[in-house]
Every structure is written in structure tokens, then in C-alpha cells.
């Protein structure tokens, strides 16, 4: 069993940086793989990008690539996600998830444990 609290979340102005975080407990955080998520007011679930097991592979959707940055420190049990160059349109609560699997997936479905999401909100 693995529970993800996440943090950081906030109101920026566009352009601005914010970096969230998202602990883990167990002892078996380094195996799995973490993915953010992220849903807006009257929209699915979206995918945001994943990271595996080691932190070698990290994979993100167009709509964020090159602004925003997945990382992860296993010795802590905690995963990031450093958002730059923010727009309105990034405005959303942001969900952490984990796979068993390790290497990370699109896929909503792949993912058995989620936190609880911390709202990022865009002024324009």
C-alpha cells in the first residue's frame, strides 16, 4: 500500500514557475513509476508526463513538454514537478500517481494509488 500526498500548489501569475511535490510512504517507492495528472473544471483527466523507476525514462504530453520538468529523489520517497513558463490554460488540480509496474504508462488505469491533488491555478 502506497499513499501520495501532494504539495505545492498555488496561484501564479502566467509566466511564473511553480514546483510541486508528492511524498510517498512505504519502503517501495523506487520501484514504481510516478506520473502527474492534472484536471480541470468540467474536463477529463489529463495526462501530464511520468517518470520510471530509476528516473531514466520521463515521458510528457505535447501541451507541456519543454515547460514542465518530472524528477524524482527515492532516498526521500518524493516526486516533483517543476512547471515553468505557466499559462492559464495550466490551471487545473494536479494528481500524483504510482505504478507497480516501474516504467509508467498514459494511462489512467495503469496507475493503483493516487493522492488527492493540489490546486495550481493560472492569472493571466
Known amino acids: 500500500q502506497v499513499q501520495l500526498a501532494e504539495s505545492g500548489g498555488g496561484l501564479v501569475q502566467a509566466g511564473g514557475s511553480l514546483r510541486l511535490s508528492c511524498a510517498a510512504s512505504?519502503?517501495?517507492?523506487?520501484?514504481?513509476?510516478m506520473a502527474w495528472f492534472r484536471q480541470a473544471p468540467g474536463k477529463e483527466r489529463e495526462f501530464v508526463g511520468y517518470?520510471?523507476?530509476?528516473?531514466?525514462?520521463?515521458v510528457y504530453a505535447d501541451s507541456v513538454k519543454g515547460r514542465f520538468t518530472i524528477s524524482r529523489d527515492n532516498a526521500k520517497n518524493t516526486a516533483y514537478l517543476q512547471m515553468n513558463s505557466l499559462k492559464p490554460e495550466d490551471t487545473a488540480v494536479y494528481c500524483c500517481?504510482?505504478?507497480?509496474?516501474?516504467?509508467?504508462?498514459?494511462?489512467?488505469?495503469?496507475?493503483?494509488?493516487w493522492g488527492q491533488g493540489t490546486q495550481v491555478t493560472v492569472s493571466s
Open positions: 500517481a504510482a505504478d507497480q509496474g516501474g516504467y509508467g504508462s498514459r494511462r489512467t488505469a495503469a496507475y493503483a494509488y
Open positions: 517518470i520510471g523507476w530509476s528516473g531514466g525514462i520521463t
Open positions: 512505504g519502503r517501495t517507492f523506487g520501484s514504481y513509476a
